[in-house]
Each structure stands twice: as C-alpha cells, then as structure tokens.
C-alpha cells in the first residue's frame, strides 16, 4: 500500500471550514483505494501570524517539506483592515512564499461554467447554453515579472522598461503538463502568444511547436493574445486547454475567471519540478461569511480532486469527486452564491454531504 503526506493549511477566514469539507470529500473518495493518505495541518496566514509572530512560520515550511502535496485554504481578513501588522502582506507573506521555496511554475486555473448554472454567467445564456470547461495553463515564474524592472529619467522625460525573458526549458516544461492534460481529455491544446511582435512569443511558439512532437496525437493551434481575449468572451465554449506565458496568463485567467459566477466553484493548481504542489480554490478568505457555514465548498473540494489527479495521478477517483459536484449542482443544491433568487440553499456542509451522497 502507497502511503501519500498531504499537507493542509486551512489558513484564515472560510479556509479552516471549506477545508474541513474537503478533506471530507477526500477521505470518502479514497477509502477503497490502495493508497493511505496522511494529512497534517498546519497554520498559515493570519492564524500562523497569532501563533508564531509570522505568516509562513517554519514548523509549516517543514510540514510542507516532508509532503507531496500542499492542500491550502486562502489568506487574509478583511480588505478594510490589511493596515493591521497581522494582515500586513499577509498573501505575499504566505503564498509566494510558498511558490518561491517549491518553486511552482505550473499554475492550472479551470473555469467550468456548468450547464445548470449557465444563468449565473455573464455572457448571453445563448453561448453558454451547453458548459463552458476551459483550462488555463499559465506559465508562473518566468516573462515580464521576473525581468529588469527600471524607471529612470533621460533627456527630462520619466521613462520606464521592463524586461520579459524565456529560456527553452521554462516553455517547453509547462508545455509538457498541458500537452499531458490534454491527452486526458479532448486531445486539443491552443497555445496562446503574441509572436506576431514579441520575441519572447516567436520562442514560445517555436518550443510549443517542438514539444507538439512528443504528443503526436493532440491537436495543437496557436493563436494570438488579443484574438484570445475576444473569443474567450464571444465563443469561449470552444475552448479546452490553453497554455500561456506568465503576463497572458495572468490577464486571461482572471478573465476566465468571471465566467462561473462564483469564486466559490473554482479550484486551482501550481506544480512543481520537485513533484510537490499546491492545491488551493482561485478566491480568497471572504471574510463576511467566515464562521457562517454558508460558503461554498466546491472550489475547495474540486482542488481536493485536482490534488488527486495531479500529484498522485488518482484519474479514477478525481473524476469521481467532479462527477460526484457536477451531480449535486444537477439536483439543484445550492449555496447562497449560487442561488438565484427565491431558491432555497443549503449551508457548505450540507451541500458536502450531497457529494459525498453522490460519490
Ligand atoms: P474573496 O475572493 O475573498 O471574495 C470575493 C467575493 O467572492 C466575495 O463576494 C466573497 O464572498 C465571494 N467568495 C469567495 N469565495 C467564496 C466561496 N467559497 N463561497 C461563496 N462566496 C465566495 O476576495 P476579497 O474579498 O477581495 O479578499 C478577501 C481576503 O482574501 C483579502 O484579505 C485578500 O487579500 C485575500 N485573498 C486571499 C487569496 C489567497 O489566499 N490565495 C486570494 C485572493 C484574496
């Protein structure tokens, strides 16, 4: 029998109560397999900052240390108190300090729009009529925000640069995992770039199209960043895995993002060289509704089964945790942020039970 170290840090506001249902969720999904997961918790954020003084204290950097994978909650309190030394870079404090030591490159945003709750989309129910599940695959540590950054003055004018840099392997790594994804599903990769102008996007399509190579049976398109961005709003259904440098990612996965309706459905993953990574709902503590038992448990219990998928390569049982969602939102069960008007909810364990039911 496989033994796995998972490593849980529920951190501050909704975090320790999603995180309670998803580790829920993960237990009742991986009972009958053959691999016994351990989990151990560990403080973060603002609850390691009442702990320990800091917000990424070194008794959870040896916790994450001795596991495969950082099941993380979110971070933070309220916005209108980040003056408080306790909440003071607070994010910065603890999840890039977790990116830099584990050096997670590979960060994979899905945005699922499911046909039940298409009306909770902002786009025209008619280009949603049928889902949206699109995946991003953003590039995390190389381009733009690891360059030069410089502001000067010249000839009396304020000038600024910043300098984007790729190397060949940085491309062609994250490539890989989302050719890898790809062959998971449909089979269909666009990469996105703007090779039209930039250097760093000729490189990039250079390498995607070389390691197109290895994965002879995925259809690979390019396309550019700006067409992107349109068709992303205008027809994003034909969308299935889009692999981007850092700075695109980051704009076109926030875009993505909106598409759901709700921060509470959405999961995400960061993968590093190592083999460890980092599992994490893309929203934050939302503070108003912590302590509540109404926020929604899916954008944690979905990076549950990401963790699933990407660490311990448990397809089977990922699956069935999203299945598992995907019925119960068909049921109808529904938290307060995606309900429409007049619809009865459920609280976040209520709805976790529907899952686990539906397992
Ligand atoms: P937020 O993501 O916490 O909340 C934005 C909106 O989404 C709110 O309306 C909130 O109620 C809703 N929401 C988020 N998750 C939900 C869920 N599971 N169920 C139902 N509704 C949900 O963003 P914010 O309000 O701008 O930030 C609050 C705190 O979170 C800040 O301290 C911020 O720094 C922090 N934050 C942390 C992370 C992280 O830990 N990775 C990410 C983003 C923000």
């Known amino acids: ?30 009972t009958s397999s053959e691999h016994q997961f351990n989990y151990h918790f560990g403080k ?26 950082i099941l993380f909650g979110s971070v933070g309190g309220p916005v209108s108190e980040s003056h408080l030394e306790r909440w ?53 540590i190389g381009d733009i925000y690891f360059g030069e950054h410089c502001q000067y003055t010249d000839n ?8 984007a840099h790729y190397d060949e392997k940085q491309i062609a790594d994250i490539a890989h995992k989302a050719f890898q994804a790809a062959m ?3 089979k269909q990769l666009i990469s996105v770039d703007k090779a039209n102008v930039l250097a760093t996007s000729k490189l990039w399509r250079e390498i995607v199209t070389e390691v197109a190579k290895d994965y002879p049976e995925v259809n690979l398109q390019h396309m550019l960043v700006d067409n992107c961005a349109m068709q992303l709003i205008a027809n994003p259904a034909q969308f299935d895995i889009i692999v981007t440098s850092n700075l695109f990612g980051d704009i076109l996965s926030d875009a993505a993002a909106t598409l759901p309706g709700s921060l509470g459905l959405m999961p995400s993953a ?28 899916i954008a944690q219990i979905l990076s549950g089964a990401m963790m699933l998928r990407f660490a311990f390569s448990m397809e089977q ?29 459920v609280s976040t364990s209520e709805m976790t039970d529907k899952i686990i039911e539906n397992l």
């Not at 029998?1 to 998803?22: H, R, W």
């Not at 039940?116 to 695959?137: K, M, T, Y």
């Not at 009396?156 to 300098?163: P, S, T």
């Open 1 to 30: 029998m496989a033994e796995y170290q998972v490593a849980v840090l529920p951190g501050d506001g909704i975090g320790p109560e999603v995180m309670e249902q998803s580790v829920r969720v993960l237990k009742a999904a991986t």
């Open 44 to 69: 973060i954020g603002g609850a390691a900052f009442d702990a320990f003084g800091e917000h990424f204290p070194l008794e959870t950097k040896s916790i994450c240390e001795q596991s495969q994978a």
């Open 88 to 140: 003071k870079n607070c994010e910065a404090n603890s999840i890039l300090a977790l990116r830099k030591t584990f050096g997670l490159f590979a960060n994979i945003r899905p945005a699922k729009v499911y046909a039940d709750l298409a009306e909770l989309c902002p786009l025209n129910p008619r280009l949603v009529h049928s889902g949206i599940d699109v995946i991003i695959f953003r590039e995390l």
């Open 156 to 163: 009396q004018l304020r000038q600024a640069r910043d300098i």
């Open 184 to 186: 998971l599903r449909k």
């Open 270 to 297: 960061s993968l590093s060289h190592s083999g460890i990574g980092l599992f994490e709902p893309s929203g934050g503590s939302a503070p108003e509704l912590a302590g509540k038992n109404v926020a929604n448990p």
């Open 317 to 345: 049982q990922a699956h069935s945790i999203e299945h598992a969602v995907e019925k119960t939102i068909k049921q109808g069960i529904r938290t307060v942020d995606i309900a429409l008007e007049g619809e009865p909810v």
